[in-house]
Nanobody, 118 residues
Framework: QVQLVESGGGRVQPGGSLKLSCAAA????????MSWHRQAPGEERELVAS??????????AYASSVKGRFTISKDDDRKTVFLEMTSLKPEDTAVYYC?????????WGQGTQVTVSS
């Protein structure tokens, strides 16, 4: 059974930083993609950043709203993805979800709340 366990959310002041992590377990894939998505109250869930787990070293992609402020990275051996968030803004407030795309299957984490407020 595939499980995604997220951690690292919390409350921070504008301009602050947080680092999220998501560990995947229960599958044996070597080529897959992990990504972070977020959903603010009353809004659609949106892609924040993604990274590939493959032989090429891991291509990344970012939403334009976070480019230059957020960095996605990974630990292949631990099947873990990280999201380092800096220069946080109130509009970054949302529940952040980790997603695993493995072949045709999609798995989601439980979500972690990030609140940016003074």
């Amino acid at each position: 059974q595939v499980q995604l366990v997220e951690s690292g959310g919390g409350r921070v002041q504008p301009g602050g930083s947080l680092k999220l992590s998501c560990a995947a377990a229960g599958f044996s894939g070597r080529v897959y993609t992990m990504s972070w998505h977020r959903q603010a109250p009353g809004e659609e869930r949106e892609l924040v950043a993604s990274i590939a787990f493959d032989s090429t070293g891991g291509g990344t992609a970012y939403a334009s709203s976070v480019k230059g402020r957020f960095t996605i990275s990974k630990d292949d051996d631990r099947k873990t993805v990280f999201l380092e968030m800096t220069s946080l803004k109130p509009e970054d407030t949302a529940v952040y979800y980790c997603k695993l795309q493995w072949n045709s299957d999609t798995f989601w984490g439980q979500g972690t709340q990030v609140t940016v407020s003074s």
